[in-house]
């Protein structure tokens, strides 16, 4: 059952793929007209049938994974980061049939599959739940939670779409350094995913003997060359060198090695990139925009969060404090993770506060759009790989 999930998550894949080359085609194609007069574009249909299908099966792999694993599979970085891009693409879905906005798909596909490659990275293996986890609210809590996010992303989407198009990249402001950093953030991401294909196609492993926060003697492994190396940290495997820095017990040593080596090879890419564009990514991308109505992607940023909110609110404050309580006979507990989940709520907060209040729109409500969602994956990859506390686990 569980190799069965994993072949609908590979074919999904390719069906990602596939609509993200029809939404291009969408964009820059030829359109035509039907009998009616009414003009039509074929290649986005197809590429909307293409993502339900990936979907599918993407919501195959899920169930199937589900039954063979005996619970939610959302309780590992592998399994909540696909979830993620399970959530994206159903909040693509229901944003496109509401209004059908080809360049939402040009831009959504291509993150849905950078986000299943991403979490294609992280340990798949099926494991025994430790007991903090054995209960319905993983289910509740985190499928609710991932769900939230999921559309909170569509607004994401649509704040980036709508800077890529407003923005004058013939001049170095700070708006275009803060977009190109965007997208830089996104290379970081595409970068790790290359040099984890390629390491472990590689099959390197380096193992190091050290002492842990407790004062205790622990083994830890390492998928990418040490850079960063744990405390007093020793290599006892035949693979790997000594690192150049060593860190505190309290931080993952492995984990913000993998977050270096993803900063460093995103900064190949886009200087790579720059050198062959001569011009801002964003600035080569500007001109498949043109057609696209700001007003439009506004909204459609708008109508996101104020769906994605209150079932982001639901899953990830008022589900989490009450299993908290359930498990850890407290509702709160400043734990890293809840933290930033609150400081996510509260962004959120301020952002609809500000735009229904305040007249915020355009410009300045898609860059909150933008880094809300940078604050989501904040709290996705530094505080569940970094940090450590009581979501480690993760």
């Known amino acids: 059952m569980i190799e069965l999930s994993s072949n609908f998550m590979y074919a999904s894949f390719f069906l990602y793929f596939a609509a993200t080359v ?72 229901i944003i496109y049939a509401i209004y059908r906005n080809n360049y939402l798909g040009l831009f959504t596909m ?18 025994p739940l430790i007991p903090a986890l054995q209960s319905h609210w993983l289910t509740i809590h985190v499928i609710t939670t991932v769900i939230g996010q999921g559309i909170l992303a569509i607004g994401f989407v649509s704040g980036l779409i709508y800077l890529v198009k407003v923005i004058d990249f013939n001049k170095a402001t700070k708006k275009v350094k803060g977009l190109e950093f965007i997208m830089y953030t996104l290379l970081c991401t595409l970068a790790y995913v ?42 006892i495997s035949e693979q790997g060198i000594n690192p150049f820095i060593e860190v505190p017990a309290y931080i993952e040593s492995a984990d913000l090695n993998t977050v270096l080596w993803s900063v460093l090879g995103g900064l190949v890419l886009y200087l790579l990139l720059r050198l062959s564009l001569r011009k ?46 359930i498990a850890w006979t407290r509702f709160w507990g400043w734990d890293p993770k809840e933290v930033w989940a609150l400081i996510t709520f509260l962004f959120y907060v301020v952002y609809l506060h500000l735009r ?15 880094i809300g969602f940078a604050l989501i994956m904040f709290n996705l990859i530094f505080v569940n790989l970094v940090i450590a506390g009581l979501h480690s686990y993760a």
């Not at 299943?116 to 494991?127: H, N």
Request: aromatic content about 14%; proline content about 5%.
């Open 110 to 127: 291509p993150i849905v599959m950078l986000i299943v490659a991403y979490a294609s990275m992280f340990p798949g293996e099926v494991q």
């Open 280 to 325: 801002p990514i964003g600035g080569a991308i500007q001109p498949l925009l043109k057609s696209v109505n700001p007003q439009t992607v506004d909204e459609i940023s708008y109508r996101a969060i104020a769906i994605g909110l209150p079932i982001f609110a639901l899953g990830g404050l008022i589900f989490a404090m009450i299993w908290a309580q």
């Open 194 to 235: 290359i040099l984890g294909f390629s390491f472990g196609a590689a099959d390197y492993q380096a193992t190091f003997e050290f002492v842990n926060e407790q004062g205790n003697e622990a083994e830890i492994n390492y998928v990418f060359p040490p850079i960063i190396g744990p405390n007093e940290g020793e290599l």
């Open 356 to 370: 229904l209040s305040k007249g915020w729109h355009g410009e300045k409500s898609a860059w909150l759009c933008v």
């Open 22 to 93: 029809l939404f291009a085609v969408s964009v820059t194609g030829k359109k035509f007209k039907n009998k009616q007069g009414l003009e039509k574009n074929k290649a986005g249909l197809l590429g909307y049938i293409s993502s339900i299908a990936a979907f599918l099966a993407m919501m195959t792999y899920f169930t199937t994974r589900w039954i063979g694993v005996g619970y939610a599979p959302v309780s590992n970085m592998f399994e909540y980061t696909t979830a993620l891009g399970i959530a994206i693409n159903l909040g693509f879905i």
